[in-house]
């Protein structure tokens, strides 16, 4: 087996007959089609030029992709073998989106906290939609749990 050396950013290395995929597919899969969602309501607010929603909502998805994607790189939970990764980064990167939504909103009582726990349960629901969608698609596949 021919492999390249090992950098961060890699999400492939060179076997020797075909690219092998390394990392968390149904992470990056789940990301692509939560941007898709995103760009959706970024053209909606841009035809009605609503552009201080525009950047929150950028940069909320900004942060909680790359605190997630971050994450499970730094605590190599980006190369586990079984679906989904853990609850907790999804937690922590709903929770740094919330906050970062939260202080780029409206400055009202409560708004801080509200919008870092409703990220926090937002993130949870992304592991969830993760972890049952990943096993209806392998199954769809023909895998069987032992």
């Known amino acids: ?17 075909f690219l092998v995929y390394r990392g968390r597919f149904e992470v990056v899969a789940s990301l692509a089609a939560l941007a898709l969602v995103v760009l959706v309501a970024a053209a909606i607010l841009a035809w009605g030029h609503n552009w201080s929603q525009l950047t929150r909502v950028a940069f909320t998805f ?15 939970a980006w190369y586990g073998a079984e ?22 909103g409206p400055h ?17 629901a992304h592991w969830l939609a993760i972890r049952q969608s990943w096993r209806a698609f392998m199954r769809l596949l023909g895998w069987r749990p032992q």
């Open 1 to 17: 087996m021919n492999k390249m050396p090992h950098f961060a950013w890699d999400l492939f290395y060179r076997d020797d007959r």
């Open 62 to 76: 900004i942060a909680y992709s790359v605190t997630l994607v971050g994450g499970l790189k730094l605590k190599r």
């Open 83 to 104: 679906p989904p990764p853990p609850l907790p980064y999804f937690a922590l990167a709903g929770g740094v989106a919330g906050f970062l939504s939260g202080f780029l």
């Open 108 to 124: 009202h009582p409560f708004v801080l906290m509200a919008s870092t726990t409703a990220g926090i349960l937002l993130g949870g």
